[in-house]
């Protein structure tokens, strides 16, 4: 299938592929919306959450009193205030049915598990007030020794993150293709090989960083709730709050209002969403409670964190012959929505778009005293794509041979499309050689050798590499069947309704709740096409469980292919309940009915048309009908999708590397992505340079450090580096365009695309410029001091000294956001 | 964050301002720009009594002419700063050093005057005006005095600003033909200087007269070079009698170590940064 052809069964007047500038950005940018925070309700009360301040303790007492005698203050809650009620955080992917899970209090009752876990509410008249009295709160604590390195936690005789349990290993996750019959024997692959080599990489954690912190409003009416809250799942959210709270879910209404970012750090059921429910019912009050942005980056959880031991066999030609994967998955304290499940999505992408004969997946889910890890954008995948692409260019140096080419030998044609992985997984279309030999003209790639070439004769001291990432992913997340055979405690469909408006209007309602990405104008793109109405005429709704009824929200670049198909189907039934009420009215039958352009005319009848919009109001009316059908033209529909699809690109960067300071510096960046068909190339875009900008973050900038006490150390942006636009180079874009067979739009999903390619395309081209050097590895983020160090040292650059530079005096997490020690100023210890 | 509840004064003059410094009670903060006090209290760092808001005193703003000197108000801000035509011509490096502060936001709050006050061994305006031999007219209830920039940085976010006492503002030498040049080392463009090197250096024909540099983060103050600075006097101006000068930059440091660097790569970077600093400026 291509675009022309998938395009041709649209409406004439397209909107599909116009680059319309996203109708919802005026009021985003401006700020002229409601954000969670900025609700204010009648009687409102102010959480502040105290926080501890040690990884990992019992609490040997604790003392509201002061707190509660402070100016404004209503309540003081502890962890024994909630712990009958409470439960637990939900953990919806039990990834094996052996996993332990320890259980997640919203609150710590006799014992905290990392730095920033609740350990005290303070309710007050206003946030100051709330915030004044978390100094006064006295908690006592008995330390014991924190796990914080996953290597140390799963030897014999390691101290226990939960000393109830007899490990710190939540699971044991296996995939085989041997056995699972997707591919040969691995070991026997091994034993065979040629070639061999094996790496040992890290994933460092890193956190969401969304631009709108979390907060939450809860309204109690009667038995009634309504919690409005900056995330991205309140259909998920609903369910799973009925059930830990046992507030029933027909009582229970959540609303996303305008959400500012997520990528996936708000896909999840937050012990502060809960216990601001908990609080709300105690106290029969509205609550609110927003976190700061150091709350946010100690508490709210993080993605990636990842030991990655990685086997490659190959001939001596080149051919690949085995791939075998060993995950040690930082879990942190405890088990979130879908923390098990991250690592285990990551295991059907490491064989990437090769052809691998055989593969082996292991990985333990370990704690660590450190706050959970859960989605980030590619939430596996960027893992994977990692692991595989830097063993390529690994496997390409042991054997000799230009990355490029091994990578080229060992890919999926693009004739043996549809191609079922060793890892079981059907990729759809593509084509990786188009899409590679366009990056290499968009990069200039001869030229920048030959230069890189110059540099390494004269010995300049800034040297050039490039480095390629020549990435798959799977996205439209998910084909419910198969969710259920990896053991996900949901579905994976989409829904949505159309409203047809007495005036001809249009009301689309969607399951897939934005926080960013802008559905509202892709999928009036849909709707205007699909219906023959005018883009400005439709309206698209969500976020709130009243109005939306049915989702199951946004992430892993499922928005687009899952529920705007959702939204086409609803829209063909519009147009065939339509059909028959045209048929009625003009005195037709309806096979002799055409429908384009928002008109049904008569074949062969000249005049004789009516518009879909005129319909609306016929039916509104309802004079005049057809006998045998409803009064409407509004139509719901749910889309499960049969098969993943999967996006896939050429990444390629070209690297500046000055060897007197380690400094790395990106000199080019041309990425060539399919996504499938694209229906607004401006949004297309702009998920493709954020998604860079995160991927290159991981490369270069970010990581979550924590001290050997447990302190989260880049606990401020400060030291927790997030790149602006002055830090990024210009991107060199591009598309091919293989339309999805799954889904009718056509569309495989953009959302975490550049995220999952762009990162081991930066490492491999800094590696590249250095290789000759005696360099293999270097630890990411390439911090100017680990690549000094590996450059002039050998070995991978090595840890970074955790201690938090010294701007603002060295604010660090104990002293910050709430948590009660002695170094908070004024704090009673 | 939400700092601690505290009383708020704003005065017009500097007179008004001692008193208000004086009857504010046991923990008076002044604030300038704000851009390092505001974060500092709202993390609850710092939480003072009374803070003293200098925005209105006019008189504490602007750049004036002086004999040789030019006298630059504390509450000058950084962007009126980079656009001041006598520092453009006087004291070309403040300005150069100046603009790699941070964003313009922060440039438009952020005064001269605060930068240095503050002290923060990671502030790029320290050593750039310990380079600059600038002078510090600090006042007080008994009257002004004047400290060398060699006095008033005494230790980690410490000067010799004593209680009660305001810096008003800062003299400094006119450097006319001297070459100048700050080298910022960061990781990202609004981040503060991992190490970072000021050289002013004054070139006679083919050989460097005079040479003085600052060091940016190398210790608790702004350090300077003394090593480099002898070995570049008299020296000639070739790309090899500095960089042998430059290997003296890490000399008497006593550098952090942090998520940015440690110590030892702190002392190679001043090095680097040295040679490429004292290069620019000498016009190699
Ligand atoms: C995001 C960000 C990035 C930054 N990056 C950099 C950077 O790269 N390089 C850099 O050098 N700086 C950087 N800064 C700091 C910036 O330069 C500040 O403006 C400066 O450090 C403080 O100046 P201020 O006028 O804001 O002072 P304030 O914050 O108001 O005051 C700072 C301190 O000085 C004291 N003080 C101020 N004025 C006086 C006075 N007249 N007399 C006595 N005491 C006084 C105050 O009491 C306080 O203790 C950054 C700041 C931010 C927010």
Redesign the pocket.
């Known amino acids: 299938m291509t675009v022309t052809e998938n395009a041709a069964e649209l409406a004439p007047a397209k909107e599909v592929g116009q680059a319309r500038r996203r109708k919802e950005d005026a009021r985003l940018i401006t700020g002229r919306t409601t954000w969670t925070d900025n609700m204010t309700l009648p009687g409102m009360l102010h959480l502040a959450v105290v926080r501890s301040p040690v990884a990992h303790a019992k609490i040997t007492s604790v003392d509201l009193t002061a707190a509660q005698q402070a100016p404004n203050v209503v309540a003081v809650f502890s962890g024994r205030d909630f712990a009958e009620e409470q439960g637990s955080i939900p953990c919806a992917w039990p990834v094996t049915p052996d996993m332990v899970n320890p259980g997640h209090p919203s609150i710590a009752v006799d014992e905290v598990n990392h730095v920033g876990e609740a350990v005290a509410i303070v309710v007050a008249r206003s946030k100051s007030a709330a915030q004044d009295a978390v100094e006064l709160v006295d908690i006592d604590y008995d330390v014991l020794p924190p796990v914080l390195d996953m290597e140390e936690a799963v030897k014999d005789g390691a101290d226990l993150v939960h000393d109830q349990l007899s490990s710190n290993t939540s699971y044991h996750f296996v995939f085989d293709a041997g056995d699972a019959g997707t591919g040969a024997n691995t070991d026997e692959a091994f034993t065979d090989a040629e070639v061999v080599v094996s790496r040992r990489f890290i994933q460092q954690r890193l956190i969401p960083a969304f631009m709108e912190p979390r907060s939450v409003v809860v309204q109690p009416q009667g038995d009634n709730f309504t919690m409005w809250s900056a995330t991205q799942v309140p259909h998920v959210l609903r369910v799973m709050l009925a059930m830990v709270t046992g507030v029933p879910e027909h009582k229970l209404r959540i609303v996303a209002p305008d959400v500012g970012g997520g990528f996936g750090g708000k896909l999840q059921v937050n012990p502060e969403e809960v216990l601001s429910l908990l609080v709300a019912r105690r106290l029969g009050k509205p609550v609110k409670w927003t976190e700061t942005r150091s709350e946010s980056l100690m508490a709210a959880h993080h993605g990636r964190g990842q030991v990655q031991y990685v086997d490659i066999a190959a001939d001596r030609e080149g051919n690949v012959k085995g791939l075998r994967v060993r995950l040690l998955a930082d879990m942190g304290a405890y088990l979130r929505l879908i923390t098990p499940g991250v690592p285990a999505l990551g295991a059907f992408m490491f064989p990437g778009i090769y052809k691998f004969p055989a593969y082996r997946f292991e990985c333990d889910g370990v704690f660590t005293n450190k706050v959970p890890t859960d989605a980030y954008r590619g939430a596996g995948r960027p893992e994977a794509t990692f692991a595989v692409e830097r063993i390529m260019d690994e496997l390409a140096v042991e054997l000799g041979v230009d990355p490029l080419e091994l990578r080229r030998k060992n890919w999926i044609k693009a004739e043996e499309f549809p191609f079922t992985t060793v890892a079981g997984l059907e990729y759809d279309s593509g084509d990786y050689d188009a899409a590679t030999q366009q990056a290499l003209e968009l990069l200039g790639y001869d030229e920048l050798r030959a230069e890189q070439q110059r540099r390494r004769e004269s010995g300049d001291p800034v040297q050039l590499g490039i480095g390629f990432s020549t990435f798959t992913e799977m996205c439209g997340l998910a084909p419910s069947r198969v969710l259920g055979s990896l053991a996900y405690g949901a579905g994976g469909w989409e829904s949505a309704s159309i409203r047809m408006l007495p005036t001809g209007k249009v009301e689309v309602v969607t399951g897939s709740t934005p926080h960013g990405q802008g559905h509202e104008t892709a999928w009036s793109q849909l709707v205007a096409d699909q219906l023959g109405v005018p883009f400005e005429d439709v309206e698209v709704l969500h976020g709130d469980t009243a109005v939306s009824p049915r989702g199951m929200d946004t992430y892993g670049s499922r928005s687009l292919v899952v529920g705007g198909t959702a939204v086409i189907k609803a829209a063909d039934k519009v147009v065939a309940k339509a059909r028959k009420v045209a048929a009625h009215l003009l005195e037709a039958s309806e096979d002799d009915l055409d429908f384009s352009a928002g008109k049904f005319t008569v074949r062969g009848t000249p005049g004789a048309e009516i518009g879909i919009q005129e319909i609306a109001l016929a039916v509104f009316a309802a004079h005049n009908y057809p006998e045998d059908v409803e009064p409407s033209i509004d139509a719901d529909a749910t889309f499960d999708p049969v098969n993943f699809s999967f996006p896939h690109g050429t990444h390629i960067c070209a690297m500046e590397v000055d060897t007197e300071t380690g400094m790395v510096k990106i000199r080019k960046y041309a990425s060539v992505d399919d996504v499938g068909v694209i229906v607004n190339p401006l949004i297309v875009e702009g998920q493709i340079h954020g998604g860079l900008a995160q991927g290159i973050a991981q490369a270069l900038y970010e990581e979550a450090v924590y001290d050997a006490d447990g302190n989260l150390t880049t606990g401020s942006?400060?030291d927790y580096l997030v790149p602006s636009a002055a830090d990024l180079p210009h991107f060199d874009t591009g598309n091919t365009v293989h339309a999805a067979p799954g889904n009718p739009i056509g569309a495989k999903g953009v959302g975490e695309a550049g995220c999952i390619a762009s990162t081991p395309a930066v490492v491999n081209a800094a590696l590249d410029a250095v290789r000759h050097l005696g360099v293999s590895d270097i630890l990411m983020p390439l911090t100017p001091e680990r690549v000094w160090r590996a450059v002039h040292q050998g070995g991978d650059g090595g840890d970074r000294a955790p201690a938090g530079t010294n701007?603002y005096g060295g604010a660090q997490t104990e002293s910050t956001a709430g948590v009660s020690t002695d170094a908070s100023l004024g704090g009673e210890l | 964050m939400i700092p601690a509840p505290f009383a708020y004064a704003r005065p017009t003059t500097v007179d008004e301002a001692l008193q208000a410094v004086a009857s504010g009670g046991e923990d008076v903060?002044?604030?300038?720009?704000?851009?390092?006090?505001?974060?500092?209290m709202r993390l609850r760092l710092?939480a003072p009594e009374t803070v003293v808001d200098?925005t209105k005193v006019a008189e504490?703003r602007g750049v004036r002419e002086e004999g040789d000197a030019i006298v630059v108000g504390?509450?000058t801000?950084?962007s009126d700063v980079i656009t001041d035509p006598l520092i453009a011509r006087y004291a070309a490096l403040i300005a150069a050093?100046?603009e790699?502060?941070?964003?313009r936001q922060?440039?438009h709050?952020?005064?001269?005057?605060?930068?240095?006050?503050?002290?923060?061994p990671?502030?790029?305006?320290?050593a750039v005006a310990l380079a600059l031999d600038a002078e510090f007219v600090?006042a007080g209830l008994s009257g002004r005095r004047t400290v060398p920039a060699a006095e008033f940085f005494v230790d980690y976010?410490t000067?010799a600003?004593e209680e009660g006492?305001?810096?008003?503002e800062i003299r400094v030498p006119k450097h006319e033909g001297w070459g100048m040049h700050y080298e910022?080392f960061?990781r990202v463009a609004?981040?503060?200087?991992i190490v970072a090197v000021a050289a002013v250096v004054r070139r006679e024909g083919d050989r460097i007269a005079e040479a003085k540099i600052g060091l940016?983060n190398m210790g608790p103050t702004p350090l300077r070079a003394r090593g480099v600075e002898e070995a570049l006097a008299g020296a000639e101006a070739t790309a090899d009698a500095v960089a042998a000068a430059a290997a003296r930059a890490a000399e008497n440091t006593s550098p952090s170590s942090d998520l940015n660097a440690q110590a030892d790569y702190r002392h190679h970077l001043a090095q680097v940064l040295t040679r490429r600093a004292v290069t620019a400026a000498a016009g190699l």
């Open positions: 942006f400060v701007a | 903060k002044i604030l300038a720009g704000g851009q390092s006090l505001i974060p500092v710092a200098l504490l504390a509450m801000t950084h050093a100046t790699t502060v941070a964003d922060v440039r709050r952020g005064t001269f005057g605060g930068a240095l006050a503050h002290a923060d990671a502030g790029d305006l320290p600090i976010l000067t600003l006492e305001l810096l008003v910022k960061n609004q981040a503060w200087s940016t």
